[in-house]
């Protein structure tokens, strides 16, 4: 059973959560969903993030395919931020086409019978909530579980 899972964005924010949901894995014997998510909704800034925090640690060009870096940028950083953990992780990168990521994120942690959920927080002001909505807020009120939220 993956008892949780982790939502990496290339923020700063994602290094340091997945590094505490690795912390608490290993405590608790369990195993990590660790997803890299795009919205067709965001402009690249958010795949060029994730691309710039790996680069220099693999060998190959950049797929073409955000989904695709999406994954591989998953793959790199949770096997950089929990090698010494000896915590039991999957990996995956998606690139979300609907215009709720909120409801991929609670999909997927209903899918893997997951009870928390790990995510990187955005600041933004109340105008902003109001106006575009969040994602964050949204799996809070949203999940039936438990969310812990990293600030920027």
Do not use: C
């Amino acid at each position: 059973m993956v008892r949780y899972v982790v939502i990496i964005d290339g923020s700063d924010a994602s290094e340091r959560l997945l590094y505490k949901a690795g912390e608490t894995a290993k405590a608790t014997a369990s195993k990590l969903l660790v997803v890299a998510l795009h919205s067709s909704g965001e402009n690249t800034d958010q795949i060029d993030k994730m691309w710039g925090r790996i680069q220099s640690e693999i060998s190959v060009t950049r797929p073409d395919s955000p989904g695709e870096v999406a994954r591989v940028y998953a793959n790199k950083l949770s096997d950089r931020v929990l090698s010494d953990k000896e915590v039991n992780y999957t990996t995956r990168g998606e690139h979300v086409t609907s215009t709720s990521i909120s409801d991929r994120i609670i999909e997927l942690a209903e899918i893997h019978d997951s009870e928390h959920i790990f995510i990187p927080g955005k600041q933004r002001s109340p105008t902003g909530k109001a106006i575009f909505g969040d994602t964050t807020q949204s799996v809070i009120l949203n999940f039936d579980g438990f969310v812990t939220v990293a600030g920027e």
